[in-house]
C-alpha cells in the first residue's frame, strides 16, 4: 500500500538511529519542503502571506512552548508575553542600527532573560503555582510594554519595524520574508527533532515523567526545568523577532495580548504535547478552522437564509479554541500526532492488523 | 492627597475585595475537595450573571425568582461538569486538568456572549445609585450591600465546613482513599463542592453584574481571585476573607495613588504582583498549609 513495507525491522543500527526511519517518511518530508519551497512561485500571494506564513511562524512559536509543555511537563499561559518581549527588543535593537540576525539574538536573549526570571519565581513551586505565575506574567509585560512609552513607543502607539536584510537578502515585498521566516522554521524544525535524543532532552524527559526519580538517577529538576524555560523563551523572542520583520512589519501592545498565549496553548494541546509534527498539525487547525467554519455558516446563511448573528459569529473562534482544548484533553490527549501516528501505524501492516509494527 | 479621599478608597478597597473574595472562595473549596484550581471561575460568575440576566429578561421573571433559579441551574451545571469531565481526568497530571479548566473558560466566554449577546445588559437588583454618606466619606451603596452579602456568604460557608457534609468535605480534602475506605461518597463530594463553587461563582457574578452591567468582562474577575486565592493559601476560607480585603484595598490604593503617577491601568496589574510576590515570599499563602512541594 502506501508503506511497501510490513512494519519497521532494522538489521542495522544506524538505520534504527536515523531522524526518519522510513523510506516514505523521508520522501514526505522532502516532497514538502520542495513544496513550500516553490509555493510562492505557484499559488497566490494572497495565501502565501495570508496563510503560509503565518503558518510557518506560528509553528516556530508552537515548538517553543511545546519544548516546555510537551518536553519538560511545565505549563506556560504568558507565551504571548515572551514573543512580545522579543519583538519588542529585537525591533528596538534594529532601530538603534543593530543588523536582523543580531536583533533577533538580542530579542531572544532578552525574552530568555525575563522569561527565566518569572520561572525561576515559580519552579520553586510545582504546577498550579506555575500556571498562576506565568499569568501573572502576561498581564505585568503587558502593562509595562502599554506603559513605558520608550518601549511601545508612545501608549497607543505602534513602533514601525525598519527596513531590514538577512544574509545579505533584503527582507521586502512578498517573497523574501516567506523564504527567511521558511529557513528559520527548517532549521527549527530540526533543532526540535534532535533535541529530544541529546542528554539534555532525555534529561527533560525524565523531569517530566517525575521530578524526583529524575533526581535520584543524578538530574537535577530546578536546573532542567530552569534550562527548559531558557530555550523555550528564546526560541520565543526569536520567534518573536521573526514575526515582528516578516509579518506584521508594525507591532503594537495589542498583538501580544493574553488571547495569543491562550491560542499558542490550544495549538500546542491540539497539536500534541512533545511532537514537532504536532506543532504543525495544531498551528493549521488552530490557525485555519475558525476562518473555514465562519466561511461555511456565512455560506449556509446565505443559503438557506437564516440570519446569524454577528455576536454568534465574532465569537466563534473563542468557542471553537475552547472546545478543542477541552475535547482533546477528553478524547485523545495526545492529539492530533497521536491520531496521525494511530492511522500510520494502521496502514504500516495493513491488512495484517495483529502484526508487530 | 487628602486623608478622606484615602480613607474613602480604602473602605471602597475594602468591599470590593470581599467582593472579590466570594469568587475565590469558590476556587478555595473545588481544591480543598478535589485538589484542583479551578482556572474556570471567572467564566462561570459571567456564566451566572448571564443566567439571571436571561432568566429576568427574557422570561420576565422577578429578580428574586430569576436569581434563585439561576442559582439551581448553576448548581447543575458544576454537577454536571465534574461528571462530564473532571471525572474523567483523575489520574490524570495537574497540567491537563488545569488546561481543561482554562479550555472551559475560553469555551464558556465563547459560547455565553455568542448566543446571548455581547453587549453589556444591566441587572437591576434594586439598589439605588445614591451613594451613602457617612460623615464625609462617599460610599458606593451597590459596593456596600456586595461586600456584606459576600462576607455573610463567606462566613456561611466557615460555618458550613463545621456542618456533617462540611466534615465530610473537609476529609475528603485530606485524603480521598482513607474517606473512600470509610464509607464516604467522594464524588459525590467533590460534584456537591462544583456545584456548590458554581453557585458562589454566579452570587459575585451577580454582585459584580449590578455594579457594572453583565458583559463577558465579568469573566476577567478570575485574575483577582486567583490572587486571593494564592495570597490566602488556596486551602483556607480564612485566608479567602483576609487575603480579600489585602487584594482589594492595594487594587483601590494603587489605582488612587498610583495611576496620576504613571498614567492608569494599575488596577489590572496588582493583582498579577500579589501573585507573583506570594510565590516569590510565601508559597503556601497566608494561611495555606505547607505541604507544597518543593523541587
Not at chain 1, 530546578?222 to 534550562?227: A, D, E, M, T
Not at chain 2, 495570597?231 to 484595598?249: K, N
Request: hydrophobic fraction near 60%; glycine fraction near 12%.
Amino acid at each position: 500500500m502506501i508503506y511497501r513495507r510490513a512494519g519497521i525491522s532494522f538489521t542495522r543500527y544506524q538505520d534504527e538511529r536515523q531522524l526518519w526511519k522510513l523510506p516514505t517518511d523521508r520522501w514526505a518530508v522532502i516532497v514538502i519542503f520542495a513544496l513550500l519551497l516553490v509555493a510562492p512561485f505557484l499559488v497566490d500571494r494572497l495565501f502565501v502571506v495570508g496563510y503560509l506564513l503565518p503558518l510557518i511562524i506560528w509553528s516556530m512559536a508552537a515548538m517553543g512552548l511545546n519544548l516546555l509543555m510537551g518536553g519538560a511537563g511545565q505549563i506556560h499561559l504568558g507565551y504571548g508575553a515572551v514573543i512580545g518581549i522579543g519583538a519588542y527588543a529585537s525591533v528596538h535593537a534594529m532601530r538603534a542600527g543593530l543588523p536582523f540576525e543580531l536583533a533577533m539574538i538580542v530579542g531572544g536573549l532578552a525574552s530568555a532573560v525575563i522569561g527565566v526570571v518569572f520561572g525561576a519565581a515559580a519552579l520553586r513551586v510545582k504546577g498550579l503555582y506555575l500556571a498562576m505565575a506565568t499569568l501573572a506574567m502576561q498581564y505585568i509585560v503587558d502593562f509595562v510594554i502599554v506603559q513605558v512609552p520608550a518601549i511601545s513607543g508612545g501608549t497607543q502607539a505602534a513602533l514601525s519595524v525598519p527596513r531590514t536584510s538577512f544574509l545579505g537578502i533584503a527582507i521586502q515585498g512578498d517573497r523574501a520574508p516567506y523564504y527567511v521566516a521558511l529557513a528559520l522554521c527548517a532549521v527549527l524544525t530540526l533543532f526540535m527533532l534532535n533535541v529530544r535524543r541529546t542528554s539534555f532532552g532525555r534529561a527533560l524527559a525524565a523531569v517530566r515523567e517525575k521530578d524526583y526519580a529524575a533526581s535520584i538517577i543524578g538530574v537535577d529538576p530546578f536546573r532542567y526545568k530552569l534550562l527548559a524555560f531558557w530555550v523555550s523563551s528564546f526560541i520565543g523572542g526569536m520567534t518573536g523577532a521573526v514575526l515582528a520583520v516578516c509579518y506584521y512589519r508594525t507591532i503594537s501592545p495589542d498583538q501580544f495580548h493574553l488571547d495569543l498565549s491562550i491560542q499558542l496553548v490550544a495549538m500546542v494541546i491540539v497539536g500534541g504535547l512533545g511532537s514537532v509534527l504536532g506543532g504543525f498539525l495544531g498551528v493549521g487547525l488552530i490557525l485555519f478552522a475558525p476562518i473555514v467554519l465562519n466561511q461555511l455558516i456565512g455560506l449556509a446563511a446565505d443559503q438557506f437564509g437564516v440570519a446569524i448573528p454577528t455576536d454568534l459569529r465574532a465569537h466563534l473562534p473563542l468557542m471553537l479554541y475552547g472546545g478543542l482544548i477541552m475535547g482533546f484533553l477528553l478524547l485523545e490527549p495526545l492529539g492530533l500526532a497521536k491520531i496521525y501516528s494511530n492511522i500510520r501505524n494502521y496502514l504500516l501492516v495493513w491488512p495484517f492488523r495483529h502484526a508487530r509494527q | 492627597m487628602d486623608m478622606i479621599l484615602l480613607l474613602e478608597l480604602a473602605m471602597n478597597g475594602v468591599f470590593v475585595g470581599l467582593m472579590y473574595a466570594l469568587l475565590s472562595a469558590g476556587i478555595v473549596l473545588i481544591y480543598k475537595t478535589s485538589g484542583i484550581a479551578n482556572l474556570a471561575q471567572g467564566a462561570m460568575a459571567m456564566m451566572g450573571a448571564y443566567a439571571v440576566v436571561v432568566l429576568a429578561g427574557g422570561f420576565g421573571l422577578s429578580m428574586w425568582v430569576a436569581i434563585p433559579l439561576a442559582l439551581a441551574v448553576m448548581f447543575a451545571f458544576g454537577v454536571a461538569l465534574e461528571r462530564v469531565a473532571l471525572r474523567r481526568m483523575i489520574g490524570q497530571p495537574v497540567i491537563m486538568v488545569i488546561m481543561l479548566t482554562i479550555g472551559l473558560e475560553i469555551f464558556l466566554r465563547g459560547v455565553i456572549p455568542g448566543f446571548f449577546g455581547a453587549a453589556v445588559k444591566r441587572l437591576d437588583l434594586g439598589i439605588s445609585n445614591t451613594p451613602i454618606f457617612v460623615g464625609e466619606l462617599l460610599l458606593n451603596r451597590a459596593i456596600l450591600i456586595g461586600g456584606g452579602v459576600s462576607l455573610g456568604l463567606i462566613l456561611l460557608s466557615i460555618l458550613f465546613f463545621n456542618s456533617r457534609f462540611g466534615i465530610i468535605m473537609r476529609a475528603v480534602s485530606d485524603n480521598q482513599t482513607a474517606s473512600w475506605s470509610v464509607g464516604i461518597r467522594v464524588e459525590r463530594a467533590i460534584a456537591v463542592a462544583w456545584g456548590l463553587s458554581a453557585c458562589m461563582a454566579t452570587t459575585s457574578g451577580v454582585l459584580w453584574g449590578a455594579t457594572q452591567g453583565v458583559d463577558w468582562s465579568l469573566s476577567l474577575l478570575l485574575i483577582k481571585a486567583l490572587a486571593i486565592a494564592i495570597l490566602g493559601g488556596l486551602d483556607s476560607i480564612v485566608g479567602v476573607l483576609i487575603a480579600g480585603v489585602i487584594v482589594g484595598l492595594a487594587e483601590s490604593l494603587a489605582t488612587g495613588i498610583l495611576d496620576p503617577i504613571v498614567g492608569g491601568g494599575t488596577r489590572d496589574v496588582v493583582a498579577s504582583v500579589i501573585i507573583l510576590l506570594t510565590l516569590l515570599f510565601r508559597p503556601h499563602g497566608l494561611f495555606g498549609r505547607e505541604h507544597i512541594e518543593r523541587v
